[in-house]
């Protein structure tokens, strides 16, 4: 389905340049948002994240975006969108008054989370069920919690991948600034 007018959107790749698998070079990914219409594409860090203008919504763009990796990369990559709008609400809705800028960030998932979902076991590490997105502070470190993205995966059936709080600011800053 398309949108009426453009909107700048956050193209979040699953798993990405991780411990050398799904290797996507970050200036290839351009070239390839260039090829599927998207010349003024920009990347942040290797870690999937695409800036794009774009006049189609979200499911769409995830859609061209992932069929146009698994093509070119042989890759079967998730892929996530949010809005410019979506990436303000939840800097503005952190529930904790500082999160840390390596040990809190935002779990994007690809659909809506039950808000029930129980995640107090894993206390000092915490989460806020905000929709489609949770919002997470990890104490432990990210690499040792047991609130992990694949836990979370697999208690609500759905897709996800994080970034921690000092990315999530950056990718808000450049998608303000996103033409």
């Not at 790749?13 to 290797?23: D, F, I, M």
Request: hydrophobic fraction near 40%.
């Amino acid at each position: 389905m398309s949108t009426s007018s453009t909107q700048a959107q956050l193209v979040l790749l699953r798993a990405v340049n991780v411990a050398g698998k799904n290797v996507i070079p970050m200036a290839e990914m351009r070239a390839l948002m260039a090829d599927l219409g998207y010349p003024g594409a920009a990347t942040y860090l290797q870690s999937g994240n695409v800036l794009v203008s774009a006049a189609v919504d979200g499911a769409e763009l995830s859609e061209l975006v992932r069929t146009g990796i698994a093509d070119r990369f042989g890759h079967d990559v998730q892929v996530l969108t949010r809005t410019r709008d979506d990436l303000a609400y939840l800097i503005t809705s952190v529930p904790w008054e500082y999160p840390a800028n390596s040990s809190s960030g935002i779990v994007f998932m690809s659909g809506a989370v039950d808000p029930d979902l129980d995640t107090s076991r894993f206390s000092p590490d915490r989460a806020v069920i905000d929709g489609c997105d949770i919002h997470v502070d990890c104490p432990t470190g990210f690499g040792k919690t047991k609130l992990s993205v694949a836990w979370l995966e697999k208690q609500t059936d759905l897709v996800g991948t994080r970034r921690n709080w000092k990315s999530v600011k950056a990718l808000h800053e450049r998608l303000e600034a996103f033409e």
